[in-house]
């Protein structure tokens, strides 16, 4: 199965806030390619909480570009015709919407596979969080909530 891989860290509660997002092409069961972007939230603010998660900061967001601006400059490219992957995909299908109403854009995915519910169904762990998911199929997982390391394991 060819399909992109992709994570997104928010700065506060709102789920437009996105302030980082990592993406993993897997063809033919190989990353072929990775890319991170830090991106300026909306609205522009951090929560301590999520800082904590984390540990981006304005200063790493505040000269970035916008998601929109990403997007235009082939961002895009990563979504169109491609099935995407992520662990728990309603959180990040919810980024994807709301990124979608600021920005008043189509942002396409046809069909998007929860790594969280197919690891419930699959294997039996005290839980199922991404670090512990790795820890059991053995993938090598460091640097757990930066958004390139979580898209790639």
């Not at 993993?24 to 929560?47: F, G, L, M, Q």
């Not at 762990?125 to 390391?149: E, P, R, W």
């Amino acid at each position: 199965m060819d399909f992109v891989a992709i994570d997104f860290e928010t700065a506060n509660h709102t789920r437009s806030s996105a302030c980082s997002i990592g993406l993993a092409v897997v063809k033919d069961n190989k990353i072929v390619e990775t890319r991170s972007y830090y991106i300026r939230p909306v609205p522009n603010y951090y929560a301590s909480m999520n800082t904590r998660i984390h540990g981006i900061t304005s200063m790493q967001t505040d000269s970035a570009p916008t998601f929109i601006e990403l997007w235009e400059n082939g961002l895009k490219d990563y979504f169109i015709g491609w099935d995407m992957v992520a662990h728990n995909a309603p959180f990040e299908k919810s980024v994807l919407n709301a990124l979608s109403e600021v920005y008043e854009i189509d942002i396409p995915v046809d069909r998007m596979y929860c790594s969280l519910k197919m690891s419930r169904q699959r294997l039996e762990s005290v839980n199922y969080q991404l670090d512990t998911v790795c820890n059991l199929l053995g993938i090598k997982f460091d640097n757990h909530h930066d958004a390139l390391a979580d898209a790639v394991a």
